[in-house]
């Protein structure tokens, strides 16, 4: 029996339970929003009610971020980070990187570095 990798937020790279999944308006991914007030939980992204449509819009903090500087450290993800918002499981993300299909940089501690925009498909961080 094939066992299912856990769903993970794209902003943090955790686990998501039922109770706090919620999808991204803008870029489509999973993210952490609590939708029960009697378990705790942290969120990781906004609801709010969209005046012009009347219907709920949702958003993860990696789109409602500000825009980070050019060559900035927020850029600078590592391999669970990277492969969350890649949307790839991390396994699957180090391979591309050992088949040179991703640029990367390894850490003399052994940790795999992904800059976003070198991401499959040019994840980029929204503003």
């Not at 449509?53 to 927020?74: T, Y």
Request: charged content about 20%.
């Amino acid at each position: 029996m094939e066992t299912q990798e856990p769903k993970r937020c794209h902003v943090c790279a955790l686990e998501v339970e039922a109770h706090m999944e919620a999808w991204c308006n803008w870029c489509g991914n999973l993210y952490h929003l609590n939708s029960r007030a009697d378990l705790p939980g942290t969120d990781c992204g906004q609801v709010w009610i969209n005046e012009e449509h009347l219907a709920l819009e949702f958003a993860c903090n990696v789109c409602l971020a500000p825009p980070a500087e050019p060559g900035s450290l927020d850029d600078v993800l590592d391999l669970v980070e990277a492969a969350a918002a890649a949307g790839m499981t991390p396994a699957a993300l180090e391979a591309l990187a050992a088949s040179g299909g991703v640029r990367h940089r390894r850490t003399a501690g052994g940790i795999l570095l992904f800059r976003r925009g070198d991401l499959p498909g040019g994840v980029a961080r929204r503003g």
